[in-house]
């Protein structure tokens, strides 16, 4: 009967018979059916997938024997016996994992490479059979398979697995290099620091800056022209687009003043020492701040590259230094005692003087003025063909193989060989020669400035397939002028940059943390993710649903760039135009509720109770304070009559209401899900052309041992937000989309775990590193093991809440 299939048909029935035995419990039987599946049609992919499960089902109950074994000092080597068991079970599932992306690299086989990244932990302190399977079968893959997860495959870089991922990288530094370089350059000169934080004592480099160093010496070799042409760029943002020491402090004391005035709400009818203890914390901080924006800076020789810098330091310093020490630093006098209040009344001083001082930046600068070079820069896109940018030898190499085959063929006489040899000298030097002229390995195609952000996964879209650089938006020019806007009490820069499809992509400039940026790195992966299994849904693909990933690019340890639309607002801004139209005071709700709630708990007689009936009051005064605001000072229509003035027509209110519906849905399941809380009107953003609902700062909230918070408010939404739905909109589309995306997530959460496993892992051990000193690469190896089981533990909780 087998005679009337293919040979893939074969296999797939060898296959079924394999799955049939494995639901027996006959593991064996099926790993002996499924090699005669691969064997019979060894480009079956199907096949690959389905035995590799089997080997990771194999791995896990051998890995969980031997944890529940109980450890005997005689039997040491039968320990390890188990231990290389479970490692070769999961080697030959990293094998099959691999082989089913080479022989077919569809959707369905690709979500296998994060459980293939996942396993090389299980290598331990060195590098083992894991290690060995990804370094010879990895580079193998098309280049283009790894780009979702250059994030973790730069993390790799300081395990055991860092040799490995370094020849996967270099692929994509040769073929992709605009799809690399800024995560790359960002990831070398954090771990660089790191190095040089550890002194002169430490001997040699840490394995991962000599691997980053080494990617980064090969993306300049191959691509010089595009290197030169971006290092040129880059250090222009980051020089002439730093804000300035005025803007800087006024961030700093904007965020001291918002902590003060949460803990002087909190500690009303608190003990004495606890408040003690927050005047001792704020003190410190005040102390730091002073220390880091009034330090003596060196002196320096005239005409150096910071010498204008140093002359703005030493003027911010002579205006400002004695006032904020005066203010903050003084010692108090006898008898005096300084409360919060002290202060916070001098921080709300010094964050108005600042504010008046910023206030005087131009909305708008000539970009002439910010960066001479960047408003001269002109890019003319060249007229590619398609794979023009991949990496295959050029016409005039295949001439040239062929002749020198011919010449091989001939005679071996020593003339023959002596033109061969001359032939092969001179062509090399041409190559050399034409690659030098053309500015890489892979000439003039790969050369052009593409509009960052192009690539996965901070794009995504229903192709999903390899991505064609000669298609990609390619950078012209830089728009005239720079946009100066107000952003979370803090002013940032927004450039445009003009491509070559016509369109004006715009990007700002924020300078921010390394963990901020990489938390918003992975909170695009998460986005691409789940917009690929809503794309695989069907009532959600019917219903339209999707979730967008907003581009993060990192340009410095501390600077990145962030794509913005035109028409993004947000619900803080909304608000304040309602303000400015009623001539009401921005912050009078939020200074109402302070008061109404310190002054209720300033009522209340707590110094016997215990801490959870404390907590328990002030939690119903707040509560009670926000009815009041609801019932008589907040419009609920505020939201519904900005748009209904801003979309002009009824059919372009409905549009925007339904697709707003959809995507509030997505972001409210999101935020419920994966804890993230603080999610303020400033962070509650939408696009009014499209509808979509962004999700900046998408951060997930720990505890102090490391876990994800129980928040007792799931998600936001306020009056404000449920009146712009509307009774039809609410009913109709939002709660039935929130249970689709709920189902969809829920039916692939065997294939989601090992990605959650992957992202929670590389987050925590950034939050960790963020709230201490940097680690170099064997010690962030050891927070990893300690971090595990907390790993699994959110894991778990995700993965029940959604």
Same mark, same amino acid.
């Given at each position: ?75 040491? +080597?039968?320990?390890? *016996? &188990? ?6 079970? #999961?080697?030959?599932? @990293?094998?099959?994992? =691999? !082989? ?112 980053? +160093?080494?990617?980064? *010496? &090969? ?6 022209? #595009?290197?030169?042409? @971006?290092?040129?760029? =880059? !250090? ?567």
């Amino acid at each position: 009967i087998l005679a009337f299939f293919d040979n893939r048909q074969k296999s797939e029935l060898f296959r079924l018979k394999a799955k049939f035995l494995s639901s027996l419990g006959g593991r064996s039987k099926a790993n002996q059916a499924y090699c005669h599946a691969v064997q019979v049609c060894p480009s079956y992919a199907k096949a690959w997938v389905s035995w590799g499960s089997l080997c990771t089902s194999l791995g896990r109950l051998a890995e969980k024997q031997l944890e529940q074994s109980k450890p005997d000092p005689n039997k040491l +080597e039968q320990s390890s *016996s &188990s231990a290389k068991k479970v490692a070769q079970y #999961l080697a030959q599932a @990293l094998g099959c994992y =691999l !082989e089913a992306i080479q022989c077919d690299p569809n959707d369905w086989s690709r979500l296998h490479l994060a459980k293939c990244l996942g396993m090389l932990s299980k290598d331990g302190s060195a590098p083992g059979v894991l290690c060995q399977t990804l370094e010879n079968r990895g580079p193998s893959l098309p280049a283009w398979v790894w780009l979702p997860w250059c994030p973790q495959l730069l993390t790799c870089l300081y395990r055991n697995e860092g040799n490995a991922v370094k020849a996967i990288l270099s692929c994509l530094v040769k073929t992709y290099p605009q799809a690399l370089y800024f995560p790359l350059r960002a990831f070398y000169l954090e771990r660089r620091d790191v190095e040089r934080s550890r002194g002169p004592s430490s001997a040699g480099h840490m394995p991962s800056v000599a691997h980053s +160093e080494e990617l980064m *010496s &090969s993306l300049r070799r191959a691509h010089t022209s #595009l290197w030169s042409s @971006l290092e040129s760029i =880059l !250090e222009e943002l980051i020089v002439k687009f730093r804000p300035s020491y005025e803007e800087e402090l006024l961030a700093t004391t904007s965020a001291l003043v918002e902590r003060a005035e949460t803990q002087s709400t909190s500690s009303k009818g608190n003990l004495k020492d606890d408040e003690e203890a927050m005047v001792s914390s704020v003190s410190k901080t005040l102390g730091r701040i002073s220390a880091k924006f009034f330090r003596e800076l060196p002196p320096e020789a005239p005409g150096s590259k910071r010498d204008e810098r140093s002359k703005k330091t030493a003027e911010f310093t002579k205006k400002y230094k004695a006032m904020f020490e005066a203010d903050f630093l003084s010692k108090p006098g006898e008898g005096e005692n300084r409360r919060l209040s002290y202060y916070l009344a001098r921080l709300k001083k010094w964050k108005k003087l600042l504010h008046a001082q910023v206030s005087t930046t131009p909305t708008t600068l000539p970009l002439v003025e910010c960066s001479t070079s960047m408003a001269m820069f002109t890019g003319e896109a060249p007229d590619l063909w398609p794979m023009a940018c991949d990496p295959k030898k050029t016409a005039s190499e295949r001439d040239r193989s062929r002749d020198e085959d011919g010449l091989h063929q001939s005679s071996p006489s020593s003339a023959v060989a002596a033109k061969t040899a001359a032939a092969s000298a001179a062509f090399t030097v041409a190559r050399a020669a034409a690659l030098e002229g053309c500015g890489g390995e892979y000439g003039g195609g790969s050369s052009a400035i593409e509009i960052p952000g192009q690539y996965v996964p901070n794009a995504s879209n229903a192709l999903d397939c390899k991505p064609s650089p000669e298609l990609h938006s390619k950078l012209v020019r830089f728009e005239t002028s720079v946009h100066v806007i107000r952003r979370n009490e803090s002013l940032v820069r927004r450039i445009g940059m003009v491509g070559s499809d016509g369109k004006v992509y715009r990007f700002l400039l924020q300078f921010a943390i390394p963990y901020w940026t990489r938390t918003d790195e992975r909170t695009a992966q998460i986005h691409y993710m789940v917009d690929k299994i809503l794309r695989r849904d069907l009532r959600c693909a019917k219903s339209q649903l999707s979730v967008q990933p907003t581009p993060v690019i990192p340009i410095a340890q501390r600077l990145r760039m962030t794509a913005e639309e035109e028409g993004r607002f947000s619900l803080d801004m909304v608000y304040k135009r309602h303000c400015e139209r009623e001539g009401v005071a921005f912050d009078s709700v939020v200074q109402f509720y302070q008061d109404s709630v310190a002054e209720k708990l300033a009522k209340q007689d707590l110094k016997d109770s215990t801490p959870e009936n404390k907590a328990k009051v002030e939690l119903n005064l707040k509560v009670a304070a926000y009815k009041e605001i609801v019932d008589g000072k907040m419009k609920p229509t505020l939201l519904l009559d900005f748009l209904k003035e801003r979309l002009d027509t009824a059919e372009n209110l409905f549009n925007f209401r339904r697709t707003f519906a959809g995507q509030l849905a997505a972001s409210c399941l999101f935020q419920h899900g994966f804890c993230v809380c603080e999610r303020t009107p400033s962070r509650t953003v939408f696009l009014e052309r499209t509808g979509q609902v962004l999700t900046p700062e998408f951060r997930f909230s720990y505890n102090n041992q490391g876990y994800l918070e129980n928040l007792r408010v799931p998600f936001r939404f306020t009056p404000s937000l449920r009146e712009t739905l509307g009774p039809m909109f609410l009913e109709g589309r939002f709660i039935p989309s929130m249970a689709m995306i709920a189902e969809a997530i829920k039916g692939v959460l065997d294939d989601l775990d090992p990605v959650l496993r992957l992202l929670l892992r590389d987050d925590i051990i950034a939050w960790y590193t963020s709230k201490s000193m940097a680690k170099s690469d064997s010690k962030t190896q050891e927070l990893e093991k300690q971090l595990a089981d907390r790993v699994s533990k959110n894991v778990g909780q995700i993965q029940v809440r959604t």
